[in-house]
């Protein structure tokens, strides 16, 4: 089931404040809220864990556009990591209600909301 939301988001990838449903089954490591909480925590530790999450979710997805299995995105070819964090985390203050779906899916979200593909 998440593989077809994942595929649906990629799909629809110029969509803004797409709703994003985890089902209840389904296991991860990270939800928009626990990123989120990461991100706000001031030990340096956390704000590490918060981008490091981030830039590994971004580095997943890179991964499978490259290999083919995602279509492909408008996100610059250069990211900073602080900025793709101020990205994602402005999205999740931005749309409270998207925080309990999976935090790898709110990133690709947030960044297809940043750098939409022109049409």
């Known amino acids: 089931m998440l593989k077809y939301a994942i595929a649906a988001i990629f799909a629809l990838g110029g969509l803004t404040a797409f709703p994003v449903a985890a089902p209840a089954q ?12 990461k ?10 864990a918060c981008t490091a999450y981030i830039v590994g979710a971004v580095d997943g997805i890179k991964k499978d556009v490259f290999i083919g299995r995602a279509k492909p ?7 900073d990591a602080d900025k793709v964090r101020d990205v994602v985390v402005a ?3 931005r749309y409270p209600d998207q925080r309990k779906a999976p935090a790898s899916v709110l990133v690709s979200v947030a960044l297809n909301e940043q750098y939409p593909c022109e049409k």
Request: neutral net charge.
């Open 73 to 79: 995105n408008c996100w610059p070819a250069q990211l």
């Open 91 to 93: 999205y999740l203050v």
């Open 39 to 48: 991100c706000r925590n001031k030990a340096p530790e956390y704000a590490l």
């Open 26 to 37: 389904t296991y991860m490591f990270e939800t928009g809220t626990t990123l989120l909480a």
